[in-house]
């Protein structure tokens, strides 16, 4: 096969793939509030909580406290009777430091809003709350890419203390 040839085929490749990211990326947008952990108005002693156990996450991260303070928080409803959760992620919204890897997953941590406690620690690129509900808690899916022609999609379900894995699946984009 000819050096044009093979290279045609490559650059064509290319633009598949990123006509696949573009799609996702509109389909399943990044939600990003504009607030971060530091900024966020919650108890002070609900702050320090989700401090502590993000060092503890990311112990060995060079200046993580400086870190923590940049990732995007959002608050999401975790119960139909309107207990809500903070959602942090591991992504800079200020084009910071993030802990993303190659692929764009990221670390995800739902902690509960009013005590601080963590009831969700994954990996990914988005977190959805469903509708269904297991001891009065929505149930949680997380998706991570692997590579840009498939991924995994996680379900959680709450136990009545946090989220379990209740559901892996494995996604293939091209079919």
Same mark, same amino acid.
């Given at each position: 096969?000819?050096?044009?040839?093979?290279?045609?085929?490559?650059?064509?490749?290319?633009?598949?793939?990123?006509?696949?990211?573009?799609?996702?990326?509109?389909?399943?947008?990044?939600?990003?509030?504009?607030?971060?952990?530091?900024?966020?108005?919650?108890?002070?002693?609900?702050? +320090?909580?989700?401090?502590?156990?993000?060092?503890?996450?990311?112990?060995?991260?060079?200046?993580?406290?400086?870190?923590?303070?940049?990732?995007?928080?959002?608050?999401?409803?975790?119960?139909?009777?309107?207990?809500?959760?903070?959602?942090?992620?591991?992504?800079?919204?200020?084009?910071?430091?993030?802990?993303?890897?190659?692929?764009?997953?990221?670390?995800?941590?739902?902690?509960?809003? +009013?005590?601080?406690?963590?009831?969700?620690?994954?990996?990914?690129?988005?977190?959805?709350? +469903?509708?269904?509900?297991?001891?009065?808690?929505?149930?949680?899916?997380?998706?991570?890419?692997?590579?840009?022609?498939?991924?995994?999609?996680?379900?959680?379900?709450?136990?009545?203390?946090?989220?379990?894995?209740?559901?892996?699946?494995?996604?293939?984009?091209?079919?």
């Amino acid at each position: 096969m000819s050096f044009r040839r093979t290279t045609d085929r490559r650059v064509r490749a290319g633009f598949v793939c990123l006509a696949l990211w573009g799609y996702c990326t509109a389909l399943y947008p990044i939600p990003a509030s504009g607030e971060t952990l530091d900024e966020a108005k919650l108890a002070k002693a609900t702050k +320090e909580r989700i401090y502590q156990q993000l060092d503890k996450d990311l112990e060995g991260t060079d200046s993580a406290r400086l870190v923590e303070q940049g990732f995007d928080l959002k608050l999401i409803q975790l119960a139909p009777d309107g207990r809500k959760g903070v959602r942090i992620d591991g992504r800079n919204q200020d084009g910071g430091v993030s802990v993303c890897g190659a692929t764009g997953n990221c670390p995800i941590w739902v902690f509960d809003s +009013e005590t601080g406690d963590l009831l969700l620690s994954a990996i990914g690129w988005k977190l959805r709350v +469903e509708t269904t509900v297991h001891h009065g808690r929505y149930d949680i899916v997380t998706r991570q890419n692997m590579s840009a022609m498939s991924g995994i999609r996680d379900r959680y379900r709450f136990d009545g203390h946090v989220y379990k894995i209740w559901e892996e699946t494995d996604k293939n984009y091209m079919r």
